[in-house]
């Protein structure tokens, strides 16, 4: 990635790179689960004030959860008051996965998807492509989920070779 669109404070990926160190600090309401695949968000008005201060935003109805949403993020639940999203290309210290971050709104200026009053495409074959972009993503994560698992059952097995050996 070019240092250009890396440094330039409007740029999406310069965006996500500040999002990403604030979640590594975890100390503006939003912090890595265990894994460090998905985000946590703790402090949702902690959160917003931080966003609204990065993006230089004076909207009074910034919303914290659009704003993931609208970034590609999948919300993956909420416990109690903290909400989980997840996102392929966002992870713990691996800052070169963001020159990967696609917007969807990116996705439908590439592919000519015209979108309608309502925000649906305004044809079959434009809803084909955003279902498309939408299942490529699911499928990113599921494959990353994968191996994850399977990273973890090849360390339970070395465990317990190790203890079947003492």
């Known amino acids: 990635m070019s240092t250009a669109s890396k440094d330039n404070q409007f740029s999406f990926t310069y965006m996500m790179h500040g999002l990403h160190r604030m979640v590594s600090k975890g100390n503006r309401g939003i912090m890595w689960s265990a894994c460090g695949k998905k985000v946590i968000i703790a402090d949702r008005n902690k959160l917003r004030l931080a966003l609204k201060r990065m993006l230089r935003s004076g909207d009074a109805r910034f919303s914290v ?5 609208k970034s590609g993020f999948i919300d993956e639940g ?13 992870v713990r210290g691996r800052t070169d996965l963001l020159r990967n971050f696609t917007l969807k709104n ?13 925000g649906k495409p305004d044809c079959p074959l434009s809803l084909l492509k955003l279902r498309l972009f939408d299942l490529d993503r699911t499928m ?3 494959r990353n989920s994968c191996l ?3 990273l973890d059952i ?6 317990a070779r190790s203890r079947a050996q003492e």
């Open 65 to 69: 959860i659009g704003y993931m949403k």
């Open 78 to 90: 909420t416990e109690g008051r903290e909400i989980t999203f997840t996102h392929p290309c966002f």
């Open 106 to 118: 990116a996705f439908c200026w590439a592919h000519d998807i015209c979108v309608g009053d309502r």
């Open 140 to 142: 990113l994560n599921l």
């Open 148 to 150: 994850d698992l399977s």
């Open 154 to 159: 090849q360390n339970l097995l070395h465990m």
